[in-house]
T-cell receptor, first 114, second 113 residues
């Protein structure tokens, strides 16, 4: 398995500001993903974080709003920019271990935008 | 074509009962089917997973049944306990042209003591 940490675990932000979420994993991983989970809903994939290159975004998500970095194999950041109350959600980092298709999730970051 | 349909949306069973959660898919390119358990305030945790060349897999009290021809799979929880009360998500993995997981809509399970 993998131990995944996310920082911060929760935050309350003002409209128009930005929040950067960090994801760190303790194992060799191939893939890293960022998901959004709105209260009581399923998981929606935001993007695949690619090491050393631009992330691959899903339909409906754009780099200007959700810039992502992945400088090495075990660390990634997601920034949620120009926050609005509609961005209030849980943001989850996930990883796929090397040589497997097994996906593990971090504990999530609960964002509230006022 | 990349959807995974999950049912029921919610489920209430008595302790010791066997809740069954069903998922269906259309895309035959899916090649790996995990189930996740999520407690409030926590990230989803991998419970059990199956590949389409296997019809059944058991791990402890959790069993996946897989019907490749019908493109359906289900999770059975034997001897359910109040501690199993959580939200369960099925998922399907694809690598054809991309690498991602598609999630079902989730089933909120409550096991009564």
């Amino acid at each position: 398995s993998a131990v995944i940490s996310q920082k911060p675990s929760r935050d309350i932000c003002q409209r128009g500001t930005s929040l950067t979420i960090q994801c760190q994993v303790d194992s060799q991983v191939t893939m890293m993903f960022w998901y959004r989970q709105q209260p009581g809903q399923s998981l929606t994939l935001i993007a695949t974080a690619n090491q050393g290159s631009e992330a691959t975004y899903e339909s409906g998500f754009v780099i200007d709003k959700f810039p992502i970095s992945r400088p090495n194999l075990t660390f990634s950041t997601l920034t949620v920019s120009n926050l609005s109350p509609e961005d209030s959600s849980i943001y989850l980092c996930s990883v796929v271990l090397a040589n497997t298709d097994t996906q593990y999730f971090g504990p999530g970051t609960r964002l509230t935008v006022l | 074509q990349q959807q995974v349909k999950q049912s029921p949306q919610s489920l209430i069973v008595q302790k010791g009962g066997i809740p069954i959660i069903n998922c269906a898919y259309e895309n035959t390119a899916f090649d790996y089917f995990p189930w996740y358990q999520q407690f409030p305030g926590k990230g989803p945790a991998l419970l059990i997973a199956i590949r389409p060349d296997v019809s059944e897999k058991k791990e402890g009290r959790f069993t996946i049944s897989f019907n490749k021809s019908a493109k359906q799979f289900s999770l059975h929880i034997m001897d359910s306990q109040p501690g199993d009360s959580a939200t369960y998500f099925c998922a399907a993995h694809i690598t054809s042209g991309t690498y991602k997981y598609i999630f079902g809509t989730g089933t909120r399970l409550k096991v009564l003591a």
